[in-house]
């Protein structure tokens, strides 16, 4: 009576695995795939963003883990693509940098041998990608996170971006920035 009793909950555990890892796997959505062209939606947007011309289209090539995001701009009258990669694991990755703070506007432009650092994961139905910004401010280092999430409609033919900079810390002393609003760029697919 007791062997009975072991194969029937032996027959019981194993039934209940073998079932529930394909309902599991039913009851996972595929993650977004963001591959595509876009152009901005100005109307729809508060920041023109990531380029001098927003009839410039933005291109995403997306084979998860990675992201690869080609920002095309102009200058001197030439158009000039420059790639970005990350990758939605966690690995970490170098880019050349997409922003800088600064307290002088006539700063000269960032080396672009030097990259910006971040850390790139899922949340839920957004890819979000993190990187730390330090700035000199009298004397001072004060620190911000930027983090920027890519989420996709769920009709797949629009695209936003959100970039909120987020104040850290301030070395020697009470530095308080003001901070800075959220930005959000609205991308439809061409």
Same mark, same amino acid.
């Given at each position: 009576?007791?062997?009975?009793?072991?194969?029937?909950?032996?027959?019981?555990? !194993?039934?209940?695995?073998? !079932?529930?890892?394909?309902?599991?796997? #039913?009851?996972?959505?595929?993650?977004?795939?963001?591959?595509?062209?876009?152009?901005?939606?100005?109307?729809?947007?508060?920041?023109? &963003?990531?380029?001098?011309?927003?009839?410039?289209?933005?291109?995403?090539?997306?084979?998860?883990?990675?992201?690869?995001?080609?920002?095309?701009?102009?200058?001197?009258?030439?158009?000039?693509?420059?790639?970005?990669?990350? !990758?939605?694991? &966690?690995? &970490?990755?170098?880019?050349?940098?997409?922003?800088?703070?600064?307290?002088?506007?006539?700063?000269?432009?960032?080396?672009?041998?030097?990259?910006?650092?971040?850390?790139?994961?899922?949340?839920?139905?957004?890819?979000?990608?993190?990187?730390?910004?330090?700035?000199?401010?009298?004397?001072?280092?004060?620190?911000?996170?930027?983090?920027?999430?890519?989420?996709?409609?769920?009709?797949?033919?629009?695209?936003?971006?959100?970039?909120?900079?987020?104040?850290? #810390?301030?070395?020697?002393?009470?530095?308080?920035?003001?901070?800075?609003?959220?930005?959000?760029?609205?991308?439809?697919?061409?």
């Amino acid at each position: 009576m007791k062997g009975r009793l072991i194969i029937k909950s032996a027959i019981g555990c !194993f039934a209940v695995v073998a !079932f529930a890892s394909p309902l599991a796997a #039913q009851n996972k959505k595929p993650k977004a795939d963001l591959t595509g062209t876009w152009l901005l939606d100005a109307q729809k947007s508060n920041s023109v &963003g990531l380029t001098s011309r927003p009839d410039l289209p933005i291109k995403l090539s997306h084979r998860d883990p990675e992201l690869r995001i080609t920002l095309i701009s102009e200058a001197t009258g030439q158009q000039v693509e420059r790639q970005s990669v990350y !990758f939605t694991d &966690g690995r &970490g990755e170098e880019n050349q940098a997409t922003a800088m703070l600064t307290t002088n506007p006539n700063a000269p432009p960032r080396d672009p041998q030097k990259g910006t650092k971040s850390t790139t994961r899922w949340s839920g139905n957004k890819i979000v990608t993190r990187s730390l910004l330090q700035l000199q401010a009298g004397g001072r280092v004060v620190e911000f996170e930027l983090v920027d999430e890519w989420k996709l409609s769920s009709d797949g033919k629009t695209l936003t971006q959100t970039t909120k900079t987020v104040y850290l #810390q301030s070395s020697g002393g009470a530095f308080i920035p003001a901070m800075a609003p959220d930005k959000k760029r609205v991308y439809n697919r061409v």
